[in-house]
């Protein structure tokens, strides 16, 4: 009897340890494809989808979308080219490019961003600078477009801007004192350029003044008047042009002036 119970005390537990080598690994496979497969697992990620963005100065965002304007088609918006003509030639090392994504954390969305068009174009009437006009996108058919403009050569230097544009399509008694196209920093709220109609001839209107007040608002600095108008010529017969340094010893050209006849005040960078 007590042989038959060593016998069992040994070959019992062998067989136990042949049946886990064979079986085992199996039986713990299926297991864990039963707790693992078909089911998704999430773990949330800070900013990885907006990517990183240099710090830049007020004059290196003027400059990064000023580069990026002469390189889309058309040249800004259908309006401005149907006006103004090609711009200068572009470069293709800047692109101005539509954001489907939307606008990231910290940016403007579609509403703030009519509203700080707004506030900005208001601060400058309460300059005296520019004459009083129409902006209202409840009542007047606005685009507006969030875009990317980024310097290709080194893409975390970018910034995002709503575009604001009249409509296409409309009549042109439409556009008769009202706001026509505005360009606007997602970031800041910053207003980068913009023209308007108004309803009849400004008196007294200061293209000098007029980049005075808004240079200082968008916080640029070493803004020089600019003698040398080439290859950037105006066709405005009133008008005042100015330099800002920008990126790579480089500069951006800023231009305010009044279209006559067809009462059109405008503010560009070049």
Known sequence: MKKILQYLFVVIPAIVLIMLVAFGPSVLTGYNDANVLDKVETDPITGLAEGFRYGLTANERLY????????????????????RGASAEPSSSFMYTENRRGPSTGELTYEEALGACSAALKGLRELEVIPDFRFDPEQDAYDVQLY?????????????????????GRPVAAYQGALLEAWLDAETGILYGFSLRTDRQPDGFDPGALVDAWRLIVELTDVEPLADDNPLLETAALYRKYAAPGLDNDIAVITAGLYEGINEIFLRID
Do not use: F, K
């Not at 390189?71 to 401005?80: A, S, V």
């Open 64 to 83: 990064i979308l000023s580069m990026a304007l002469q390189n889309q088609l058309p040249p800004q918006t259908e309006y401005t080219a149907s006006v």
């Open 148 to 168: 990317t403009a980024v310097d290709m050569s080194d893409p975390q230097r970018n910034i995002s801007v709503w575009q604001i544009a009249y409509a296409r």
